[in-house]
């Protein structure tokens, strides 16, 4: 009986590939596809089939970080739909990041696997371009781009010859002037050209740079220092005037907003609304709200200079990118919901910053400094923070990541004496990056989240 029914299911079986050969779309082909990723997931492909009366469920479980964000989810299997009799169709996944879904009824929906061509993972050779594919958006392979054909070819960052000044190019306030070249193969820009702020040498787009004040300690005082009297400004004109991190001689001392800033953009202490606050800069100690909310408004280059305490309203659909938030100063950036943006911050070393980047907002690119406090929020899927964020000596920063909120490019340094709590929960939830230094306390609760395997000194890291 045993080799009856063996032998039986064998036919069976043979007959069922047979048959399967002439129905149509029982071998749908591929096109050469490059999906990322997702973090705390296997990438493998999963196979929805529509079925049975009885479908089993083989659904991936994207899994639990182990150890502060260990292993990720297990591969994706199987899953069957509950549907009733007859035969239908096979949906194949590629390097998909999620799994397949079960078909209803013998039928088996498509999926796009890419929103925009940000979604899909470049490598040598190729460009990775998020286009329909038959029913559904993939990432299709276009071949490597052609470089000095004077076209700026999809997956190319520029030109041959193509100039690009230097503080326009690398994280915010990396390079203080200079201009970057196009490289050969035009996938990025050359910055041998770039002027690096801090180096004790004066150079291109500097006007200072450490105890080089520019005129080889000629001008100023006797001493060599710079006044506001040497920048022709008839306010304080014996205040000194330091050199910046930025390179430039601190004017704001002299009368609050910085030497060129007009009477309308120095806010003394007083509110603006976009467009008005491109440019606006709050006033030395004191108190300014600057809104930029709304979808089609945006604001660039505001600031909040020394001890000034500034309200960036950058909400619904609003832009707020390139602020700076000087030394001293208290910062509130209100960039929640979808295509709000605070990208490009800049908070500065002795100044604390506070970041709602929740419900789809970004807050990419942002540059805590060392000596700068930072806390973020970031919940809710399409949420984005990256860049790099400090928490200082006896300071608690709190970076909240949960319901898929996505800090997996923020790196966070916890110094010593300072406390910090990551909060990742749920699937698709990512934590920052952090290190925390001996002497912090670093509290995680990623449960069904991601932590992001941080760098922990002995006793520095609780939670799960």
Do not use: Y
């Not at 079960?102 to 470049?122: E, I, M």
């Amino acid at each position: 009986m045993t080799r009856s029914a063996f032998a039986n299911g064998v036919a069976s079986t043979a007959l069922a590939l047979v048959v399967s050969t002439f129905l149509p779309g029982a071998c749908a082909s591929e096109q050469d596809t490059h999906e990322p990723a997702a973090a705390g997931t296997t990438s493998a492909g999963a196979k929805a089939s529509g079925g049975s009366a009885t479908g089993d469920s083989g659904a991936s479980s994207a899994g639990k970080a182990t150890g502060f964000g260990g292993a990720g989810g297990s591969p994706g299997g199987d899953t069957s739909g509950n549907g009733g009799a007859g035969t239908s169709g096979a949906t194949k996944g590629g390097a998909s990041t999620t799994a397949g879904t079960g078909s209803t009824g013998g039928t088996s929906a498509a999926t796009d696997k890419c929103k925009t061509t940000s979604d899909c993972t470049q490598v040598a050779g190729s460009c990775f371009l998020c286009e329909p594919a038959g029913t559904a958006k993939d990432c299709v392979d276009h071949g490597p781009p052609v470089c000095d054909n004077l076209t700026l070819d999809p997956c190319e960052v520029c030109e041959t010859g193509e100039l690009k000044d230097c503080v326009a190019v690398g994280s915010p306030g990396q390079f203080s002037g200079g201009k970057a070249t196009c490289k050969a193969t035009c996938d990025g820009w050359d910055t041998a050209g770039c002027s690096v702020c801090g180096n004790g040498k004066q150079e291109p787009g500097e006007d200072c740079d450490g105890s080089d004040n520019g005129d080889g300690g000629a001008g100023g005082t006797a001493s060599g220092e710079h006044t506001c009297s040497d920048e022709g400004i008839a306010e304080n004109p014996t205040t000194v005037t330091p050199c910046t991190d930025e390179c430039h001689f601190d004017t704001t001392l002299c009368g609050g907003c910085r030497k060129g800033t007009s009477a309308s953009q120095c806010l003394d202490g007083a509110d603006c609304s976009a467009p008005a606050c491109t440019g606006a800069e709050c006033k030395v100690g004191t108190s300014c709200r600057l809104d930029c909310g709304g979808g089609g408004r945006s604001c660039v280059g505001a600031r909040c200079n020394h001890e000034a305490a500034c309200d960036f309203v950058c909400n619904g659909s609003g832009k707020c990118e390139g602020v700076v938030c000087d030394s001293g100063s208290t910062c509130n950036l209100d960039c929640s919901g979808g295509g709000s943006s605070c990208n490009g911050t800049i908070c500065k070393a002795g100044a604390s910053c506070d970041f709602d980047c929740s419900n789809s907002g970004n807050c990419k690119d942002v540059s805590c400094q060392p000596g700068a406090d930072c806390s973020f929020n970031c919940d809710v899927g399409g949420s984005v923070c990256s860049g790099q964020a400090t928490c200082g000596a006896g300071k608690v920063c709190s970076f909240e990541c949960s319901s898929s909120g996505n800090c997996g490019g923020l790196a966070v340094t916890c110094q010593s004496g300072s406390t910090c709590t990551f909060a990742c929960l749920g699937g698709g939830s990512v934590c920052p990056k952090a290190t925390c230094e001996a002497g912090s306390t670093c509290t995680f609760d990623c449960a069904g989240g991601d932590c992001n395997a941080p760098a922990c000194a002995d006793g520095t890291c609780v939670g799960n």
